[in-house]
């Protein structure tokens, strides 16, 4: 129970700790399927809030979907817990780009692909990333 005070958890991550903890495997089971059955531990409600604060964070949906991919979430959960936040890829990407490069364009290739790699590693698909680049300030000349 301490550890769902804190924040909500994943099934596989609550159980990663208790093992860490010295319980042993029937122990660990038991105590998630109470916790599930008693609707205090939800990987649906823990992958809505883990995307809502990556989207907060400016993390996009590749990184995202690893995350949760890390944290034992299904596929099917994962493709839900995106769908509901509907975000706006390449308008959060805009942002982020603007949050930390600044509004102006850049200025040549290699700062543009500088900018390009960081929205990557924040977990923008390439179509985002383009799109980003190539809509509104940015021109591809």
């Known amino acids: 129970m301490d550890f769902l005070a ?20 029937d122990t660990v089971a038991a105590t998630l399927a109470a916790l599930v059955a008693d609707r205090l531990l939800s990987n649906a409600r823990f992958a809505e809030t883990f ?7 400016g993390s996009g949906p590749q990184k995202i979907r690893a995350e949760l991919r890390e944290r034992g979430v299904s596929d099917a959960l994962i493709d839900a817990s995106l769908e509901t936040h509907e975000a706006d890829w390449r308008e959060l990407a805009r942002a982020v ?4 490069f600044g509004s102006s364009q850049p200025g040549d290739f290699r700062e543009r692909s500088r900018q390009m790699r960081f929205l990557q590693q924040r977990g923008f698909s390439a179509e ?13 000349h």
Do not use: C, M, P
């Not at 596989?12 to 042993?24: H, I, M």
């Not at 995307?51 to 907060?56: G, P």
């Not at 780009?97 to 930390?100: G, L, P, Q």
């Open 6 to 25: 804190r924040r909500e958890h994943s099934e596989q991550e609550l159980a990663r700790k208790l093992a860490a903890r010295g319980y042993d495997a």
């Open 51 to 57: 995307v809502h604060a990556r989207i907060q964070r």
């Open 97 to 100: 780009r603007e949050k930390r």
């Open 128 to 140: 985002q990333i383009k799109g980003v680049f190539r809509n509104g300030d940015f021109d591809e």
